[in-house]
């Protein structure tokens, strides 16, 4: 699929979402706002998660928490006191003077250590206000929106931009900086968040970075990976889906049709 093709595209995201949920992992409902701050945890946990595992930057979370307990106290903070922090979640060099200095601008342009104003601005202006911080990029801005805010946002993450690659739904070469605005195209905002789970999900579960389980996938019917690499049954790896399998143009065909059937099913 190319970047010119919205229809087949949304199509390929509506099925894969449906399938998903209906065949192995059940309804989802996305992580909500639990109050102001939350707001500032959720930009604070999204800046120690970058480039490192859910598991070293929750410690590092925990053990910011533990030994600063207002963000007053960690904006205020010697550097190397939350460099030590939060060394579980890596680079901490670079993340603690950022977070810090994420506190320090949002102390300054607002008076106080809250993110609650975003609340009232329209998605893109607070999307865009996000942005200017250093350190926050599309997937950190879109996290803090949709989880942190409640807003209309779809996070990138390298589990989504993998699985909706292999699919399709995200087209070949399209950056993973532009995948958030055109998966957003795509989906309903009111299933951003449960869609942004489940690829999530299936990516850790099913389709796995080296070696997806392409035998026990629900979305087999719908994947362009699969359909290109011809997969039969194993768990092998297919052919890499960017230059796999010759498709003809009967069977390309064939594809798109039972991939749009499949929507007018979900
Ligand atoms: S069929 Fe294979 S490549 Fe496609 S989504 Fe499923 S596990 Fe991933």
Not at 101 to 128: M, N, Q
Not at 211 to 218: D, L
Not at 230 to 255: D, K
């Amino acid at each position: 699929m190319d970047a010119g093709s919205p229809i087949l595209a949304a199509s390929g995201a509506r099925a894969a979402a449906g399938a998903v949920q209906s065949n192995r992992y059940g309804r989802t409902s996305a992580r909500r706002s639990e109050g102001p701050g939350h707001r500032v945890s959720t930009l604070v946990h999204t800046v120690l998660s970058q480039h490192t595992s859910d598991t070293n930057s929750h410690r590092a979370f925990e053990r910011l928490r533990g030994r600063f307990p207002s963000w007053a106290m960690l904006r205020d903070a010697p550097v190397e006191a939350v460099v030590d922090a939060i060394r579980p979640a890596g680079l901490s060099r670079l993340k603690a003077p950022r977070i810090q200095a994420l506190l320090r601008r949002v102390t300054a342009e607002r008076g106080r250590l809250s993110l609650d104003f975003l609340r009232r601005w329209p998605v893109d202006r607070a999307k865009a206000w996000l942005r200017t911080l250093d350190g926050v990029g599309p997937k950190t801005a879109a996290i803090v929106l949709i989880f942190g805010l409640g807003k209309a946002a779809f996070p990138v993450d390298t589990h989504v931009y993998r699985v909706g690659r292999r699919i399709g739904i995200i087209p070949k070469g399209l950056s993973v900086e532009k995948a958030h605005g055109w998966i957003e195209a795509l989906v309903r905002p009111a299933r951003y968040g449960p869609f942004h789970l489940l690829l999530i999900r299936h990516g850790r579960e099913i389709c796995k970075a080296g070696r997806p389980r392409c035998s026990v996938c629900p979305l087999r019917r719908h994947c362009d990976f699969f359909r290109r690499a011809g997969v039969g049954g194993g768990e092998q790896p297919p052919a890499p889906y960017w230059g796999g399998g010759r498709v003809s143009a009967s069977s390309e065909g064939r594809h798109l049709h039972r991939r749009q059937d499949a929507v007018n099913g979900v």
